[in-house]
């Protein structure tokens, strides 16, 4: 078994980590000033009320349908984010797995990713 090298010492100790899936969403907001600047530059003043009343519920409507075809679009095509946040860690020995009962007899500190020192 492989141990972990932290600034050229080696470490028995391994990681076991939180890993939390990106959230990247499409704005329906945006996406309605967009096409609101588009018919304004386009057709000049007759554009000028262009979906300004859209209700609550269809700006939420319209972010489901976004956000559900583009995911849906990503794993199709292999878009899928690559990339996770790291929550918390908790760190073990690998000396103090005990072979006989098969598992882990003693658990060393949590802690944030940022604080591993190496």
Same mark, same amino acid.
């Given at each position: 078994?492989?141990? %972990? /090298?932290?600034?050229? =010492? !080696?470490?028995?100790?391994? @990681?076991?980590?939180? #890993?939390?899936?990106?959230?990247?969403?499409?704005?329906?907001?945006?996406? %309605? /000033?967009?096409?609101? =600047? !588009?018919?304004?530059?386009? @057709?000049?003043?007759? #554009?000028?009320?262009?979906?300004?009343?859209?209700?609550?519920?269809?700006?939420? /409507?319209?972010?489901?349908?976004?956000?559900?075809?583009?995911?849906?679009?990503?794993?199709?095509?292999?878009?899928?984010?690559?990339?996770?946040?790291?929550?918390? /860690?908790?760190?073990?020995?690998?000396?103090?797995?005990?072979?006989?009962?098969?598992?882990?007899?003693?658990?060393?500190?949590?802690?944030?990713?940022?604080?591993?020192?190496?």
């Amino acid at each position: 078994m492989d141990a %972990i /090298e932290c600034d050229g =010492d !080696q470490q028995d100790v391994f @990681y076991i980590a939180q #890993a939390i899936e990106p959230k990247i969403e499409i704005d329906p907001i945006n996406i %309605i /000033e967009k096409m609101q =600047d !588009q018919a304004i530059q386009e @057709y000049d003043y007759y #554009a000028f009320d262009y979906l300004n009343r859209v209700s609550r519920a269809d700006i939420a /409507e319209l972010h489901d349908r976004l956000n559900k075809e583009f995911n849906d679009w990503q794993e199709k095509n292999g878009y899928k984010p690559n990339f996770y946040d790291i929550r918390s /860690e908790e760190s073990f020995s690998i000396n103090d797995y005990d072979s006989e009962k098969r598992e882990i007899t003693k658990q060393h500190k949590q802690t944030d990713i940022y604080d591993m020192g190496c």
